[in-house]
C-alpha cells in the first residue's frame, strides 16, 4: 500500500503543497483583516461579511472566460503569477487609500484569476502522483489545508491586533511574494499540453459545457461539489445558534474549531488506513456521516455534544477521497488543467451562496433548525451517492469508455 512518506518524497508535490499551505494562511490574514477594516470604516456586519467572501463568487466568471489558461501556459509560470497577483491585491489594500466599494472590486478581480492557477497545480499533482498515491497526496492536501485555515484564524487576529489591519495585509502580501519564488526556485518546468490554441472564452466556455455534458464527470463534480457547501451553510449559523441558545461568544469558535479538527482525522485515517476499493465504498456512508450529526442541532442538546457531533461531521469530508482518483481518470488528459479549476470553482460558488441562502433561512427559522435542513439536505447526497456510482461494474471510467 502506498504511504504518506513515499508521497512526501516527489520533489514537485513538496513544493505545491508547501506553497499553497503558505498561501492559505497568507489569504485567511488577509479576508480577516480587510473584514475587520470594513467594519471598522462602515459599522455595517453586512459590508463586513461581504469583504468576508468577495472572493467566493467571482471566481466563476473566471473559470467561465479563463479557465483554458489552466492547459496553456507552463504551470510554473502560471501558478508563480498567481501568487504574484494575490500579493498585489494585499498591498494594494494596505498602502492605496481605497474607499470600500474599490477595497470590495479589487478583491473580485483578483478572485477572477484563483481557479486558473489553482486547476494548474491540481492537474500537476495529478500529473507527477500516479495510481493510489494521488489520493494519498490529496489527503496530504485536506489536511494542510484544514491546519492552514485553523492556524490562520487564530492567527490573524493576534496579527491584526498586534500590527493594525494595513501592516498585517503587507504580512500577507510577503507570504505570497515567497510562495512564488518557492515555486519559482523550487518547482521543474513542465510543458503545457498540446492542443488547440482558439479564443480563451469560446475555448473556456466549450470546455466547461463539454464536462457538464458528460454524465460521469457531472455525477462526480456534483458530487463534490453539493455535500460541503451544505455544511458550510451550516457552519456559517454557528454565532447566531451559539446566540439564540443564550452561549457566550466563545462557544461559537469552539463550533467551528470542531469541523476542521474532525477533516484532519478523518482524512489521516481514510486516507492512511483504508484501502482504494474499500474508500469508494464509503462514499455514501461518509456524506451520511456529515448530515446525520446536523440533526442534532434542532434539540437543546448541550454545547459540547454538539462540538463533538461537528467533529464527526467533519470526518465525514474524507468521503471526497473515494471520489478523486475516479475523477482523474474521467478526464481528457488535454483538459486536466481546466477540468480541476471547475471542480473548484463549483465549490467556491456553491460554498459562497450557500452561507446567504442558510442566513435568509434563519431570518426566519430557528437556526438550529436550519442547521438540522441542511444536514437532511446532505443525507439526501448520501442516497444519491449509492454504492457503485463511483465506477460501473467494469471499473471504467468516461476517458476508457470514448477509447
Not at 166 to 187: D, E
Request: proline share 6%.
Amino acid at each position: 500500500m502506498t504511504t504518506y512518506s513515499a508521497v512526501w518524497r516527489d520533489a514537485t508535490f513538496r513544493v505545491l503543497l508547501g506553497t499553497r499551505t503558505l498561501s492559505i494562511l497568507a489569504d485567511t490574514l488577509r479576508i480577516v483583516a480587510l473584514s475587520l477594516l470594513v467594519y471598522a470604516a462602515t459599522d455595517s456586519p453586512a459590508l463586513a461579511a461581504l469583504a468576508y467572501g468577495i472572493g467566493f463568487l467571482p471566481q466563476l466568471l473566471g473559470a467561465s472566460v479563463l479557465g483554458a489558461l489552466s492547459d496553456r501556459v507552463r504551470p510554473r509560470r502560471l501558478i508563480a503569477l498567481g501568487y504574484l497577483a494575490e500579493a498585489a491585491v494585499a498591498i494594494s489594500l494596505a498602502v492605496a487609500p481605497l474607499p470600500v466599494w474599490a477595497s470590495l472590486l479589487l478583491v473580485a478581480a483578483g478572485a477572477l484569476l484563483t481557479p486558473v492557477f489553482m486547476g494548474a497545480q491540481n492537474a500537476l499533482v495529478a500529473e507527477v502522483l500516479t495510481g493510489d498515491a494521488y489520493v494519498l497526496g490529496r489527503s496530504l492536501s485536506n489536511m494542510a489545508s484544514s491546519l492552514a485555515q485553523l492556524v490562520g484564524m487564530a492567527g490573524a487576529g493576534v496579527a491584526v491586533a498586534a500590527l493594525g489591519g494595513r501592516r498585517a495585509m503587507l504580512l500577507a502580501a510577503l507570504g505570497h511574494v515567497i510562495a512564488a519564488v518557492w515555486t519559482r526556485l523550487g518547482l521543474t518546468d513542465h510543458a503545457p499540453k498540446p492542443g488547440p490554441r482558439t479564443g480563451l472564452a469560446a475555448a473556456s466556455w466549450r470546455g466547461n459545457a463539454a464536462l457538464l455534458r458528460e454524465r460521469t464527470v457531472r455525477r462526480l463534480l456534483l458530487v463534490q461539489w453539493l455535500p460541503p457547501a451544505f455544511i458550510t451553510g451550516a457552519e456559517a449559523l454557528m454565532v447566531p445558534f451559539a446566540a439564540t441558545r443564550g452561549l457566550p461568544a466563545s462557544v461559537a469558535g469552539w463550533l467551528l474549531a470542531a469541523i476542521p479538527m474532525g477533516m484532519i482525522a478523518g482524512n489521516l485515517v481514510v486516507g492512511r488506513w483504508v484501502s482504494p476499493a474499500v474508500r469508494e465504498r464509503l462514499v455514501a456512508p461518509l456524506i451520511a456521516l456529515m448530515g446525520l450529526p446536523c440533526l442534532a442541532f434542532v434539540a437543546p442538546v448541550p454545547w459540547p455534544v454538539l462540538a463533538a457531533a461537528l467533529t464527526v461531521v467533519g470526518v465525514g469530508f474524507a468521503f471526497g477521497l473515494g471520489v478523486q482518483a475516479e475523477f482523474r481518470d474521467a478526464l481528457p488528459p488535454d483538459g486536466r488543467g481546466q477540468a480541476f479549476g471547475l471542480l473548484s470553482t463549483g465549490l467556491m460558488t456553491a460554498q459562497g451562496l450557500l452561507p446567504a441562502l442558510a442566513g435568509l433561512l434563519a431570518e426566519g427559522l430557528r437556526p438550529g433548525l436550519v442547521v438540522g435542513l441542511l444536514g437532511g439536505a446532505t443525507l439526501l447526497c448520501a442516497l444519491g451517492a449509492a454504492p457503485g456510482f463511483v465506477r460501473d461494474r467494469g471499473g471504467r471510467s468516461w476517458c476508457r469508455d470514448e477509447a
